[in-house]
């Protein structure tokens, strides 16, 4: 099975449930290149909050066991790419009996669709997109492949590639959108709902975040509040320098210090490798022109936003 979020959680319950792979000689393979954060439990629902930070592969396979001990399974953190045909060889595939795609974009699909028309493997396709489903069961020589049907063109990038691993260009415009939205849209419209109506804003805040979330979106309309009661643009320029070293200085620090450029998966492969590049911090300098602007206008946005001059 390659990939184990919602569907993946879905199927590993499945297949624990009616014994797939419990008999002599059974075995279930699952990969998830991925990590499991907050925004995943409210629909990966084999994840808890203390398994955060954990890889979705594992933990899963491990609560599958929990669900029926007599389940085989092995858990891999590779991404299934032309880059980890190493791991993922000539003697893998052969020695499978069927494959399941559980994957979040369409790329991937294709990938694994033609290595199961190439070593002429059953495939069972599916996904999901908000409230609608699909699934497809494909047959050497008896239905057509995946690829053989066109898709619509994708509507958006999942949240996991672009918070972990973007590598295209369009990643990063949609990781730079969703910041701005964040930051200079959905905080002042929290703020401005709070102070309207208190006890509202928080009936619905309980109802559709966790105890955790909720702590953390008051903490920001705290911010909010306290910035717009000083009225100062030094203190626009304040917040704006942090949230530069924040998010390309400090954070990617506190990653590569979990994960360091010689970092090795499970497996023993680099653990920086295809996709995954290794990001590098930024230390804010004022005499670099992209720096200063990003600072200046940021500043300006928050500036803006709370009616400073």
Same mark, same amino acid.
């Given at each position: 099975?390659?990939?184990?979020?919602?569907? @993946?959680?879905?199927?590993?319950?499945?297949?624990?449930?009616?014994?797939?792979?419990? &008999?002599? &000689? &059974? !075995?279930?393979?699952?990969?998830?290149?991925?990590?499991?954060?907050?925004?995943?439990?409210?629909?990966?629902?084999?994840?808890?909050?203390?398994?955060?930070?954990?890889?979705?592969?594992?933990?899963?396979?491990? /609560? @599958?066991?929990?669900?029926?001990?007599?389940?085989? $399974?092995?858990?891999?953190?590779? !991404?299934? =790419?032309?880059?980890?045909? *190493?791991?993922? *060889?000539?003697?893998?595939?052969?020695? !499978?009996?069927?494959?399941?795609?559980?994957?979040? *974009? $369409? #790329?991937?699909?294709?990938?694994?669709?033609?290595?199961?028309?190439?070593?002429?493997?059953?495939?069972?396709?599916?996904?999901?997109?908000?409230? #609608?489903?699909?699934?497809?069961?494909?047959? %050497?020589?008896?239905?057509?492949?995946?690829?053989?049907?066109?898709?619509?063109?994708?509507?958006? /990038?999942?949240?996991?590639?672009?918070?972990?691993?973007? *590598?295209?260009?369009?990643?990063? /415009?949609?990781?730079?959108?969703? #910041?701005?939205?964040?930051?200079?849209?959905?905080?002042?419209?929290?703020?401005? =709902?709070? !102070?309207?109506?208190?006890?509202?804003?928080?009936?619905?805040?309980?109802?559709?975040?966790?105890?955790?979330?909720?702590?953390?979106?008051?903490?920001?309309?705290?911010?909010?509040?306290?910035?717009?009661?000083?009225?100062?643009?030094?203190?626009?320029?304040?917040?704006?320098?942090?949230?530069?070293?924040?998010?390309?200085?400090?954070? /990617?620090?506190?990653? #590569?210090?979990?994960?360091?450029?010689?970092?090795?998966?499970?497996?023993?492969? %680099?653990?920086?490798?295809?996709?995954?590049?290794?990001?590098?911090?930024?230390?804010?300098?004022?005499?670099?022109?992209?720096?200063?602007?990003? $600072?200046?206008?940021?500043?300006?946005?928050?500036?803006?936003?709370?009616?400073?001059?």
């Amino acid at each position: 099975m390659v990939g184990a979020g919602a569907l @993946g959680c879905e199927y590993i319950k499945a297949f624990a449930m009616m014994g797939l792979g419990c &008999g002599e &000689g &059974g !075995l279930v393979q699952v990969t998830d290149n991925d990590n499991i954060e907050v925004s995943n439990l409210n629909r990966q629902f084999l994840f808890r909050k203390n398994n955060v930070g954990s890889s979705k592969s594992l933990t899963a396979c491990q /609560i @599958g066991k929990q669900m029926n001990p007599g389940l085989n $399974v092995i858990a891999h953190t590779s !991404l299934v =790419s032309p880059n980890t045909e *190493n791991v993922f *060889n000539d003697a893998f595939w052969e020695d !499978l009996d069927f494959i399941v795609n559980a994957v979040d *974009n $369409v #790329k991937a699909r294709h990938y694994v669709d033609g290595r199961c028309v190439w070593f002429e493997k059953p495939l069972l396709e599916s996904g999901t997109l908000g409230t #609608k489903a699909n699934s497809q069961m494909i047959i %050497p020589h008896k239905t057509q492949c995946y690829s053989d049907s066109q898709d619509p063109p994708e509507e958006s /990038i999942p949240m996991c590639t672009l918070r972990h691993f973007p *590598n295209q260009i369009e990643h990063c /415009i949609e990781w730079g959108r969703d #910041k701005f939205n964040t930051f200079f849209t959905d905080r002042a419209q929290d703020t401005i =709902s709070f !102070l309207q109506d208190p006890a509202k804003f928080m009936t619905q805040l309980r109802q559709n975040t966790t105890s955790s979330g909720a702590k953390a979106q008051l903490e920001e309309i705290k911010k909010v509040v306290h910035l717009a009661s000083e009225g100062q643009f030094s203190q626009c320029v304040r917040v704006a320098r942090d949230l530069f070293d924040h998010d390309y200085d400090h954070d /990617i620090r506190d990653l #590569k210090s979990i994960f360091p450029d010689d970092h090795k998966d499970a497996a023993g492969n %680099p653990f920086w490798s295809g996709p995954k590049r290794a990001p590098h911090p930024i230390t804010f300098n004022v005499e670099d022109e992209l720096h200063f602007n990003y $600072v200046f206008s940021c500043a300006n946005l928050i500036a803006f936003n709370l009616g400073v001059p």
